[in-house]
């Protein structure tokens, strides 16, 4: 394959770590293999961090410029996006668009969904000495994923997923990972997740919403079930479902004992998340916060977009992060928004000028950002 160095190496989305599998995980990540496979930084964890921080995987909206961004904010690390194993191994184009790297923002967990051993393995085998983590999708619960039997949908199939694993911990050089999901009876989560550690697993990160749970607006993630598999399970577990901002991270880490917390969908909308910023919708209107006028989503998008210059992504992805990120500066000025829309080919100038148009108008809603988070974050490097 081209080598997925050319536009720089990235990183996923990986937040908030305890003290105990902290230890763990920087020796899994700081292991000698790494040090023999390629010359690279050596990722420490030299700061008192509680946890760790990851950027959850998101298909097509997990790509370098963003993490890089979500890194500036206080990541700890992060996933690539969800790459189709088997399309990986046959497609340059694929490949070349889909994964890139940089070694500013690592670690780095590299997402396949699979169904196949070899198939699998040739993907991983591809990107092992580019990343800290393989990790196997067994958590998309979406009508592709039970199209193409992956993601949670091999949660019928428990002799594959541990021979999918199996296979990797035995042939790769860097570390497995399992993103799962949960089932409804908590004693089979327990002997699933068992099951995923004795075959190799090193990492496994746990959203704990059930595959027929899809609506995380309707339906609060059991973070009761995840305190149960890290109390039954030797390695690291990272906790996910219902991280919207720090205050989530702190009550998830209380809740379960999880040794970090990952988050996809919120970040889409605020990358500053891990960096105590906060949306207007959040902040509860008894509590003591302050506005910081300094920052709004628009700053970070301005951001973002210079990465993409020097980085370059599929203007799919940019639109995408684009509607994410200026959401509700939209709402308050739709022909706006209804401008973008009709943009077939979009460019930076067309771009940078929506966002100029939104500030003329008074559109804009600053981040907020608490004292008391201001003061934690600044004392702890977070990780996305």
């Known amino acids: ?65 963003f993490r890089m961004l979500c890194h500036k904010y206080r990541a700890d690390a992060a996933y690539t996006s969800m790459l189709h194993s088997h399309i990986f191994t046959e497609s340059e184009k694929y490949r070349e668009q889909e994964f890139t ?60 997923i541990k021979s999918l694993v199996e296979n990797l911990v035995q042939n790769l ?27 190799g697993c090193s990492l496994l990160a746990v959203h704990s919403r059930t595959r027929d749970e899809k609506d995380q607006k309707k339906v609060q993630a059991n973070w009761e079930a995840i305190r149960a598999v890290k109390n039954a399970l030797r390695i690291p577990v990272l906790a996910n479902g219902n991280i919207r901002h720090m205050d989530d991270v702190c009550g998830c880490l209380e809740a379960t004992g999880a040794g970090g917390v990952l988050s996809a969908e919120s970040l889409l909308e605020n990358p500053a998340l891990f960096a105590g910023f906060q949306t207007a919708k959040w902040v509860a209107k008894n509590e003591e916060s302050r506005k910081y006028g300094k920052l709004d989503q628009a700053d970070l998008l301005v951001e973002y977009f210079k990465l993409c210059e020097q980085y370059p992504v599929p203007w799919r992805m940019i639109r ?19 401008d973008l829309n009709a943009q077939n080919i979009l460019t930076f100038g067309f771009l940078y000028d929506i966002i100029d148009r939104l500030r003329e108008l008074g559109a804009g809603v600053p981040l907020h950002l608490k004292d008391t988070n201001a003061e934690t974050v600044s004392a702890n490097r977070l990780f996305v």
């Not at 999901?181 to 099951?195: G, H, Q, S, V």
């Not at 509700?328 to 928004?337: Q, S, T």
């Open 1 to 65: 394959m081209a080598s997925p160095l050319t536009a720089k190496e990235s990183q996923s989305q990986t937040r908030t770590l305890h003290l105990d599998p902290l230890q763990d995980l920087n020796d899994a990540l700081c292991s000698d293999h790494h040090q023999q496979q390629q010359e690279q930084q050596t990722f420490s964890y030299k700061s008192p961090l509680r946890c760790l921080t990851v950027r959850g995987p998101m298909v097509d909206n997990s790509e370098l410029p």
């Open 101 to 160: 790297t940089c070694m500013e923002v690592r670690p780095l967990f590299v997402q396949f969904c699979a169904n196949d051993l070899e198939v699998l393995l040739d993907a991983g085998k591809r990107v092992e000495t580019h990343c800290d983590y393989v990790d196997i999708n067994l958590g998309c619960p979406q009508r592709i994923a039970r199209r193409g039997n992956y993601g949670a949908f091999l949660m019928d199939n428990l002799p594959l």
């Open 173 to 199: 050089n860097v570390p497995v990972l399992c993103k799962v999901r949960i089932f409804p009876n908590l004693e089979d989560t327990i002997k699933y997740a068992r099951m995923l550690e004795d075959v």
């Open 320 to 338: 995408a992060h684009v509607h994410n990120m200026l959401g509700d500066w939209f709402r308050i000025h739709p022909h706006i928004r209804e």
